[in-house]
C-alpha cells in the first residue's frame, strides 16, 4: 500500500505499480490476489495505527505507470478486486 487518500467519506487505499518498457507486462499485472489479499490484512492495521480517522467505506485502488523512452501513460483503476 502506497497511499492512503480520502475521497469524500471514503478511504482509498492505493497501490502504485510501474514498468518501464514492455517486457515485464502491464503495470496492473503486478495486483495479484495474493497482493490484494496483503492490502485487506493491511486495512485493520492501518485504521488502529490512525484511531482518529473514520470513514463510511473503504476502496482499493491501483495507479499503474508505464515509461517507455520519453513517454508516460498513468492509468487509475478505481475499486479493484
Same mark, same amino acid.
Given at each position: 500500500m502506497d497511499i492512503v487518500a480520502r475521497d469524500g467519506d471514503t478511504i482509498v487505499f492505493i497501490e502504485v505499480k510501474t514498468r518501464t518498457g514492455q517486457t515485464t507486462? #502491464?503495470?496492473? @499485472? /503486478?495486483?495479484?490476489?495474493r497482493k490484494l489479499a496483503r492490502i485487506r490484512q493491511?486495512?485493520? /492495521?492501518?485504521? #488502529? *495505527?490512525h484511531r482518529e480517522q473514520t *470513514?463510511? *467505506? +473503504?476502496? +482499493? @485502488?491501483?495507479i499503474a505507470?508505464?515509461?517507455i523512452a @520519453? #513517454?508516460? /501513460?498513468? %492509468? #487509475?483503476v %478505481? /475499486?479493484?478486486?
Open positions: 507486462g #502491464h503495470p496492473l @499485472d /503486478a495486483v495479484t490476489p493491511l486495512v485493520p /492495521a492501518w485504521f #488502529h *495505527a *470513514a463510511r *467505506a +473503504i476502496r +482499493i @485502488d491501483c505507470v508505464t515509461m @520519453d #513517454h508516460v /501513460a498513468i %492509468e #487509475h %478505481e /475499486a479493484l478486486g
